[in-house]
C-alpha cells in the first residue's frame, strides 16, 4: 500500500477529548476514528490490524470444529423475555428501539438467546449433537462509562462462540478444548505471556466460570495471580472456601491490574428449558440441549496490544497483527531513488512480505516519525546513500540500530 494513496493522516497532537492512551495513539496514527464516547470507526489500516486478529481466532475456533455464521442485531422483545433476560433491572447495556408499528426491539448485546432459537430448526436427534458455531459481529452495549477507548466501546467487534451438547460430559470435554483453543489465540497474538486462565464465579451449574485475562495497567479489572501454578483467580473466588478448592494459599497471590480479553460460560440447561430446546436421545426420550458460551473481544484485544507495546514513539505492533510488515521509506525524489523504491516494494511484495510504502513528498524526519508512530515492526529506507552501498538499511521497530541488508537478507529474515 502506497501512503500517497492512504487517505488517512497522521497528526501530531493528542486528541483532547480521549483520556485512554490506545484510542488517543490510533486516532494520531489515523487508524480509528472517534464518533462519539465509545464508539469508534475502523480505517483502513485499523481494519487490517481488526482482520488479522480476526483470522487467527477463526483459524483456532475452526479446528475445535467451530462452524462460522453471522447473527442479527435487531432481536424480538420474547425471546429474551423467555429467559428473563429483556428487562433493564436484569440486563443493564440493553439499547432498545421501536419498529414503525411500535413493535419493541433490543439491538443485540448477546446472541445465546437467538442462537437457541435458531438451532431449534435444526436439532431433532442426539445424532445431530454437539455443534459449534461462532460468528464476528458488532455488538451494541449501553455502557455506563465509556473511558477505556476501544477497550470499552459502547460498538465493539466481538467473537462470540456457542456450543450445544447432549450432557454435562459432552459440554466438559469440548469446553476444556476451547481453553485450549483460546491459549493458542492469545499465544499467536502476543499475550501468551501475560494472559491468565482465570477463575471466576460459576453462576448455577458449575463451581467456575473462566475469564482470560491480560495483565495490563489500563485494564478495568483486578486479579490475584499465582504465577507458581500460572493461574489467577478474581475478586468473586477471592474467599477462603473457593481457595481451598483451587489449593491455593491467599498470601501466594500477587494483585495486578488486568482487562478481560475474554470469557467461557457453561450455561447448563437452564436456557434450553425456559426456551423449549430439546432433542431425542439414544432411548428415544426429550432432553434439553446443554449450551456453552464462548467470548472473545476483537477490538479489545486491539487496544490492550496498543497499550502494552506502545512506547513513547507510538504503536507497536507484534509481527502477527501488523497492518505490514515492513515500513519503506523512501528519501528524496531522484528518479533513481524512485526506480530503487518502487522495485524494491514489488520484491518484497512477491515474497508475500506485506509494505507500506511511503512514498510521499516528505521530509526524512516526519517519515521516520510516521514509521515509529504506525508500529509497524521493520522499517526499510532507500536513498541515494544506500543504492550507492548497493543494499537497504533496516531497522527494527523497538531497535535503534540500523544496519545496511541485501534483498536476500530481509526475504530470508522476512519472507514467508
Ligand atoms: P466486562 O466485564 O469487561 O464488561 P463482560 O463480562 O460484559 O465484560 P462478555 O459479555 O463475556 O463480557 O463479552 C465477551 C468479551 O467481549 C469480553 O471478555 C471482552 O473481551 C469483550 N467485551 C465485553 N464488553 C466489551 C466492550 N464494551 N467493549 C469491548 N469489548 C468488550
Ligand atoms: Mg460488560
Redesign the pocket.
Known sequence: MRLSRLFTKTRKDVPADETAKNAQLLIQAGYIHKEMAGVYAYLPLGLRVVENIKQIVREEMNIVSGQELIMTNLQPRERWESTGRWDDEVVDVWFKTKLKDDTEIGLAW?HEEAVIELMKQHVNSYKDLPISVYQFQTKL?N?LRAKSGI???RE?V?KDMYSLSIDAAQHDAYYDSVIEAYKKVYERVGLGDDTYVTFASGGAFTEFSH?FQTVCEAG?DIIYLHRGKNIAINEEVLADESLAKLGIKRDELEMVKSS????IFNFGIDKSKRMGFAFTNEAGEKQFVHLGSY???I??LMGVLVEKFADDKGLVWPANIAPAQVYLARLGDAPEVIAAADALDEQLNSAGIETLYDDRDERPGKKFADADLLGIPYRIVVSEKTIAAGKYELKKRTETDTQLVKLEEVIKLLGR
Open positions: 448477546s452495549r455502557e477497550m470499552r466501546g465493539f466481538m475469564e478495568e478481560e480479553v475474554g470469557n467470548g472473545i473481544g477490538t479489545r
